[in-house]
Nanobody
Framework: QVQLVESGGGLVQPGGSLTLSCAAS????????MGWYRQVPGKQRELVAA???????NYADFVKGRCTISRDNAKNTVYLRMNSLKPEDTAVYYC???????????WGQGTQVTVSS
């Protein structure tokens, strides 16, 4: 079992930047992909960005050009750099570890990001 712990959330003004970190208690190299999701009350959790074990990245349309996902396998850590933040980016951001179709994903406990002036 791998534990995922997010950090880096907080309050930021519109147009500002944040970097979220997700530290895994074990190796992430065996996971198919690592990702960031977000959720607001009353809505489904949605994918923000993902990065495969091979380094391929995928971004939701609503963050393309504003976010960068990266990973440091030596530190078992995944990052999400978010720029030009908007109030609609306010959500709880969750780290995800994709174990493949036959196993449940790993999830972190979430970190709150609030974009407000």
């Amino acid at each position: 079992q791998v534990q995922l712990v997010e950090s880096g959330g907080g309050l930021v003004q519109p147009g500002g930047s944040l970097t979220l970190s997700c530290a895994a208690s074990g190796s992430i190299t065996s996971l198919i992909a690592m990702g960031w999701y977000r959720q607001v009350p009353g809505k489904q959790r949605e994918l923000v960005a993902a990065i495969t074990s091979g380094g391929r990245t995928n971004y939701a349309d609503f963050v393309k050009g504003r976010c960068t996902i990266s990973r440091d396998n030596a530190k078992n850590t995944v990052y999400l750099r978010m720029n030009s933040l908007k109030p609609e980016d306010t959500a709880v951001y969750y780290c995800n570890g994709d174990r493949g179709r036959y196993y449940p994903d790993y999830w972190g406990q979430g970190t709150q990001v609030t974009v407000s002036s």
